[in-house]
């Protein structure tokens, strides 16, 4: 008898833009072509106070990226900032993408709010700090890589006693781990290029009254394979950690 999938909860914590999702789909399919086709996952939508009973269902959790804003702590984002502390406390693998990311950090202790100097979008360059050389989820990555970012809200401070992974001249928090299985990332492992540059083009009225230049950043875009491999990397981990 084969043994079952690996069963994992998405936390869709908001929706891409109307025009991006005619075109490409909403959060979860980006991140369920991410994901090893070896899981059982479940969308729940946490924007509509959607969220499993017992984590202790699960072997593994993803908390997806929301227009929304967590210093705003609206009801449905602190019951689901709740919701996640309980995944931590269980130490069920877990990974939380840019909102996601920001949610795991206010729920542990830190501080989330808007980045002092505006906005960060586009294809930028992650390194990575020696703390991620035994990571278990970043330990086979290059010490510099692309990724796909945009988002206003940051990782102010880190809840105490988290590790810090990854950083850029930008954003001084692009990664970290709480306890053994808790990742989160600035960054949109789940975007392809083309997402991205989708991105910028609804963005540019407000990129160029930021000052900043919408046609060359999207000129500037290009494939971040390493942060994509990223979802593989976690599919690998709740397998392997549901295989005991």
Not at 54 to 59: L, S
Request: glycine residues 8%; charged residues 20%.
């Amino acid at each position: 008898m084969s043994q079952p999938k690996p069963r994992v909860a998405i936390l869709k914590t908001g929706s891409t833009y109307p025009s991006i999702e005619e075109q490409f789909g909403d959060f979860e399919q980006w991140f369920l072509r991410g994901l090893s086709p070896d899981l059982d996952v479940t969308v729940f939508n946490a924007q509509a106070d959607e969220l499993p009973s017992d984590p202790a269902d699960w072997d593994g959790v993803v908390v997806t990226g929301s227009p929304a804003m967590v210093s705003d702590r609206e009801p449905w984002s602190e019951r689901a900032a709740q919701w996640v502390l309980r995944v931590v406390d269980m130490n069920i693998p877990m990974l939380g993408v840019c909102y996601g990311h920001q949610l795991l950090a206010h729920a542990l202790g830190g501080e989330v709010g808007y980045h002092p100097e505006g906005r960060e979008s586009g294809t930028r360059r992650v390194e990575l700090l020696a703390s991620a050389q035994d990571d278990p989820l970043f330990r086979d990555m290059p010490r510099v890589f692309s990724a796909q970012l945009t988002h206003m809200q940051s990782v102010l401070s880190l809840p105490p006693g988290a590790v810090l992974l990854g950083r850029n001249e930008f954003e001084p928090h692009q990664a970290f781990r709480f306890g053994e299985r808790a990742w989160g990332v600035q960054f949109h492992p789940e975007f392809s290029s083309a997402v991205m540059k989708a991105y910028l083009t609804v963005q540019a009225p407000a990129l160029e009254q930021e000052g900043l230049d919408p046609q060359a950043m999207i000129n500037s875009v290009e494939d971040a394979p390493e942060a994509s491999g990223l979802l593989e990397r976690f599919s690998r981990l709740v397998k392997h950690n549901h295989a005991g």
